[in-house]
């Protein structure tokens, strides 16, 4: 008999460490721009735009983070993303479980077809001016609703709601229920939902980071500057270079000024991106459950 | 229950259906004044004035080569990762490249064009210090036409591997081990596993997934090229969906029809190549979407 641990052949350990290795390329290749972004945004101007800065912090400053915490377009932006992450994760929320519920019951008169106009959507679109005129004829544009309406409801996310409550509610239940005298909102408050945290938590997350990323309805439907939400100032600051000189308080001369400029761009890109990485590591654990049930088809 | 359906359902007229039968403005002349009733027939003349204009093969072509770029380049890296990953025994390093490799997908577009911009910068970007090492002179990167796609699909890459790849992962724990097991027994290495286990294990999804990137393949990633064009690029950053914007939305001459035509026509595309590529898929005996 062989022994009971079996040896790794000669190709299997160059497979390993084969594996080792590029799998450690890849970590680096990925994590390595954001130890960039992380080291130069606590770096001194001048090592930054002198290009010392290549791994660690050099210099090490805050002057970047002062900048950007000083500026009154950023905090605001700041304000205005989370009112809309928060509220309109609430909101999807409520819609996808008021479409995933019924659409999970076998007793649903006309689910098929219901299923068929809401996945029809998914391939087949009206197109930008179209809805652009539906968001306007409703009065939503330059409203907070322009925000968080149009796009109140996503049918992938609907379908994959309604694929666990078919999977993991047994219909038993609602037949106890029902003979208990509970109706179907009771049932769907009371039982559903509280049986369906893990797919709630990873919807509402998919959905949080949408509306956290969110700047073309932003940049399409709103026009005053008090509801711009980050991303919309970001854009302004990181891609089309629009650093005002009063961003950069009192630095006088032209060479600070501009190293001040990139600075903070870097403890910008740190600060808008730090609370959804934050919070991801929570929620991963539900991830994979997640993605799978979308996968499967209903 | 039909209560509680009433609000998605609304929904889902309001904003999916109505904005639907609004695009017959394609085919009309539309004025705001006249209103969507009001305005004149106009049959296929802005579908006509697209097809013979000279933006028309140029937005088509980088459409698409933008869309075959990204499906190509993006496919297959997930699923390597997945292979390898699955292959690793130290549970701390592969939760390591995990965390890691997910994280950009939870970065923003706009974050990760701005990161574009920084490292690419000809001035101050550290890409362009390191060329300098090598004695190579700076590249203004962003202002090169030829370059334009290649940054936008490997940033891409870089943004989407992690979280692609989860779906592979999940699908290979899901394999049989004792498949693995008489491998081993009958002298199989690794490699061989990987080739006649593994592979055909994920297949069903991969396909799936194929059929899918295929399907979407005219909506080219259009919020992330928006930001990156600038006019040095737009040659080869023009898509469909950017010009529908300028000339729906932002351009002096604002023309709603012929904008709202541009976007039906590709809606219509996009439209048939989904269901051509699902009937294939069918054909050849793999899996398909319905």
Redesign the interface.
Known sequence: MNKSV?RE?G??RA??IV??V??SI??I???Y??V??VSASFSSSYA??S?K??LWPVDPSLDGYKAVFKNKNILTGFQNTVLYTLAGTLLNVI??I??A???S?GD?RGRHG?ML??VF?M????????????VKD?HMIDTVWAML??T??S?WN?IIMRTYFQTTIPHELLEASQLDGCN??RF?LRIVIPLSGPIIAVIALFYA?GH??Q??NAM?YLKDPHLYPL?LI??D???QNEVKIDMLGDVKSAAARQGLR?LL??SL?VV??VP??LI??FV?KF??KG??IG?I?G | ?????A???L??I??????????V?AFKQFTVTKGMFGSPWVGFAHFERFFNSYEFWRLLRNTLSISFYTLVASFPFPIL?AL??N??KNER?KK??Q??????Y??????V???L???LDPR?G?VN?ILGWFGVDAINFMGKASMFQSIYVWSHV?QN??FAC??Y??ALAGIDPSLHEAA?MDGA???QRMRHIDIPGIMP?AV?LLILNT?QIMETGF?KI??MQNALNLRSSEVI?TY??KV??VSQALN?SY??AI??F??AI??IL?IAVNQTAKKVGQES??
């Open positions: 079996i052949s190709s299997d497979f390993t594996n080792y590029v799998l890849v970590l290749a990925v994590l721009p954001l960039y972004v930054v735009l290009g800065v290549w819609m996808t008021l479409a519920y019924p659409m019951r649903f219901f106009i809401f959507t391939m087949f679109s009206g197109g930008l001016i179209p809805t652009y005129f539906v409703l309406v149009p109140a409801l049918v609907v179907d909102f769907l980071v956290w990323n700047y073309f399409i991303q970001l854009r600051i990181l891609v990139e761009k870097y890109i808008s991106s959804l990485l991801y590591p991963q991830f994979v993605v799978m996968s088809k | 229950m039909y209560a509680l359906f609000l998605p359902l929904y889902i309001v904003f999916k259906y109505v904005p639907m039968f609004g695009s403005i990762l390898g990953l292959y690793v390093f390591t490249v965390m890691i490799t997910y994280a950009p939870f970065i923003s577009l706009v974050v064009v701005g990161l911009f920084q490292f101050t550290i210090a870089w591997v992690g989860i779906i992962l999940a081993v290495n690794k490699i999804i799936i399907g919020e928006l930001i969906d529908v914007y729906g939305l709603f904008a709202t976007g039906l590709k809606a996009g439209f989904l979407l319905w």
